[in-house]
């Protein structure tokens, strides 16, 4: 399947979406009403048509921008510090041995829990919206990367030992290429995860950001408000997670099915 019909598809299954989002909505089934309220559920044009307004208005850039920068410094901080920390895990085993119950002990914290915490520890500004999106991004790449680099194979270290390769050629030419591929699959995710830090910190207590604009739609029942506040973190998901695919494709040029994609 090429990339035009594939991306045709896509579009047709949200448009399906929204067209039984509109019917339901806006078609008279018992009584004359609908089968879903617009009070409760809105109707997809007057989502879109919030949307487009906040836009042209500009009055979301700011709060689009907050929520960028909360979710660009806990997406790079807690993927740099899970891919370290994966690293150093994987090639010292006493070291992985002593810290896996306290590892397993804090990735079983539940992070919503932790956010009143950061707030007290770091204001309301935007690191504490920061360290929870990295704790939940941190666990997924360090995961990743470790179990990565423990999946190497044994037959390609004695190989490559045996042409003489020391520990930072290893580093290089072993161990990191074959972390990538799991790495970037948790970026994926992590994208996501760090988005849902911000916003959700952002709910608890700020005077701005998308989590804040949501949460004010939904104090005074604005269902319009707080869908449209939901398409714009799809959106905005959808954009980063592209990003992460670039450069994806990029640094994993080597493989056939990416070399085929990039020719």
Avoid at 117 to 141: E, H, M, P
Wanted: neutral net charge; charged residues 15%.
């Amino acid at each position: 399947m090429n990339r035009a019909t594939l991306i045709l598809l896509q579009a047709l299954v949200g448009f399906a979406f929204l067209l039984i989002w509109h019917l339901l909505t806006t078609v008279p089934v018992f009584d004359g009403k609908p089968l879903f309220a617009p009070f409760f559920f809105s109707t997809p044009l007057d989502v879109l048509a919030r949307t487009w307004k906040d836009f042209a208005s500009g009055e979301i850039w700011r709060h689009l921008g907050i929520t960028l920068l909360e979710t660009v410094l806990a997406f790079v901080i807690g993927a740099a510090g899970g891919i370290v920390v994966g690293f150093a895990f994987a090639r010292r085993e006493l070291l992985a041995a002593v810290f896996d119950p306290y590892v397993k002990a804090a990735n079983a914290l539940p992070r919503v829990v932790l956010a009143p915490i950061f707030a007290l520890w770091f204001g309301l500004g935007i690191w504490s919206k920061v360290a929870l999106g990295f704790t939940l991004v941190f666990f997924i790449v360090f995961f990743n990367v470790y179990q990565g680099v423990k999946e190497v194979s044994p037959t390609v270290l004695a190989n490559a030992r045996m042409l003489g390769m020391n520990e930072r050629q290893l580093l290089r030419h072993v161990y990191w290429p074959a972390a990538l591929t799991w790495m970037f699959s948790s970026l994926h995710t992590s994208v996501g995860f760090a988005l849902v830090g911000s916003v959700v910190g952002e709910y608890l207590g700020s005077a701005a950001g998308l989590g804040y604009k949501i949460h004010e739609a939904e104090s005074v029942f604005d269902v319009t408000g707080v869908f449209s506040g939901m398409l714009i973190l799809a959106l905005f998901v959808i954009v980063i997670d592209t990003c992460v695919t670039f450069i994806e494709n990029r640094l994993l040029v080597w493989r056939p099915d990416t070399a085929a994609k990039t020719a």
